[in-house]
């Protein structure tokens, strides 16, 4: 008889305050690394991920980079399409090779410096999965013992104004939408709850409903996020034979 699923999982991810307004990747990253007992400072993960072309920011497959140079594996569920076709995803496609065309075809400056990321991702290891972004997804892989680092939609997570300026000042008529970083560590069956770690604000976890956080996942797509990466060491895909796909 298959074991009865319980209607809370909670992972216990602790995730520091991040410590100015565009550092909530790394920090995110440095929670995912103390779940898994790799121990070293926020301020040194913090000055080695690369930023994004303005200095302000950084893009989930750079964090994903940094994992692999340092010896887990990494999955990036993708709903970017904005970098990604879907029928890449097919069996026999070479995505590094595809991603190097569109490179060549395209003049969009934040493209080309996002695929950078993608190739030297793929060169690591790191693998890439297109997947419906469901509740079945997300439980499944929080059942597992596996924290979900994700780049998503601040403005629709929080429901706030957009931003303006280089101090990122709430402006609704200016303004444009803001990307963030969060870790969902937990769910809530019964109640459609994500226990989300997030390093911005008074408290840095809290429950929020599950359709919110899906939406606000794909709409990341605008500030070129919109993905999950999942990271975790070698002996945890062997010992429990996880198919990420």
Not at 182 to 205: F, H
Request: with cysteine; hydrophobic share 40%.
């Amino acid at each position: 008889m298959a074991a009865k699923l319980r209607p809370i999982h909670h992972l216990p991810v602790k995730i520091l305050p991040q410590p100015d307004e565009t550092t909530c990747g790394p920090t995110c990253l440095h929670a995912v690394y103390d779940y898994w007992g790799r121990n070293e400072s926020l301020e040194d993960l913090i000055a080695r991920i690369r930023k994004v072309e303005s200095g302000r920011g950084t893009f989930d497959v750079f964090l994903a980079c940094d994992a692999l140079r340092n010896g887990f594996q990494a999955t990036i569920y993708t709903y970017n399409l904005k970098v990604f076709d879907p029928t890449w995803f097919v069996t026999g496609v070479d995505i590094a090779e595809r991603l190097r065309q569109q490179r060549e075809a395209k003049m969009d400056h934040r493209l080309r410096y996002v695929t950078e990321g993608y190739l030297e991702f793929l060169s690591l290891g790191g693998r890439l999965r297109l997947a419906d972004l469901s509740y079945a997804l997300i439980h499944g892989l929080l059942r597992r013992g596996l924290p979900i680092l994700t780049g998503l939609s601040a403005t629709f997570l929080y429901r706030a104004a957009r931003e303006h300026g280089p101090d990122d000042i709430p402006d609704d008529i200016c303004g444009f939408p803001a990307g963030h970083f969060v870790v969902i560590a937990g769910y809530n069956r019964t109640r459609r709850m994500l226990l989300i770690a997030d390093p911005y604000g008074p408290t840095q976890e809290y429950w929020s409903n599950i359709d919110r956080v899906i939406g606000a996942i794909l709409l990341g797509i605008v500030t070129y996020d919109s993905n999950l990466l999942v990271i975790h060491p070698p002996r945890t895909l062997e010992q429990q034979t996880i198919e990420l796909s």
